[in-house]
């Protein structure tokens, strides 16, 4: 079966930067529904388009098709007692780039630094700013199932959605909501 519109396809994939330092690669394969359900970035996707398990290739996709370019107006200093303790680096929070907009999407800060009273707190994605490549080894691809297509995204062994709660963070606590001036 080709790669198209509403195919479930299984993945491996290494991530370098574009002089090939090692970002992240796949422990387990991902597994996506192609067709524009913003599973994957669009960019594999157009590389995937009609291919077939076994098909290999390696891509570089600029920041502005990824992760955006790094916008330094995302990164915020706080005061230390506004946020929770213990913290630690790399902690996440929810929160919106105005304090005062709420009709604004809140986005992930991440802690980058501690200092004293004062916390600096980075809206970008870590990955914001770098040309990206993806080396891509297509394992399997098949037909999705109705509810996957309703859904709008794989179901089952390394789907990446097990559930329709409206906390797609879970339960874990890994994300708290605050206040970012």
Request: net charge negative; aromatic share 6%.
């Amino acid at each position: 079966m080709k790669i198209a519109q509403n195919a479930v396809v299984t993945l491996n994939y290494t991530l370098s930067d574009a002089q090939n330092n090692l970002i992240e690669e796949s422990r387990e394969p991902m597994v996506y529904l192609h067709g524009g359900y913003n599973n994957t970035l669009p960019k594999i996707e157009e590389a995937l388009e009609g291919q077939q398990a076994g098909y290999k290739v390696t891509i570089q996709v600029e920041p502005e098709d990824a992760f955006g370019e790094y916008d330094p107006e995302l990164v915020k200093i706080e005061d230390r007692k506004l946020l929770p303790t213990p913290l630690e680096l790399g902690m996440q929070f929810e929160g919106s780039p105005e304090a005062d907009d709420e009709q604004q999407e809140s986005l992930i800060f991440t802690v980058t630094e501690i200092a004293d009273d004062k916390v600096v707190l980075d809206g970008n994605h870590p990955l914001a700013g770098i040309a990206l490549r993806f080396s891509l080894d297509v394992v399997e691809v098949r037909a999705a199932s109705d509810e996957e297509v309703a859904h709008g995204h794989v179901h089952g062994a390394h789907g990446h959605h097990h559930g329709h709660d409206d906390d797609e963070e879970g339960d874990d606590g890994e994300f708290r909501s605050i206040p970012v001036h």
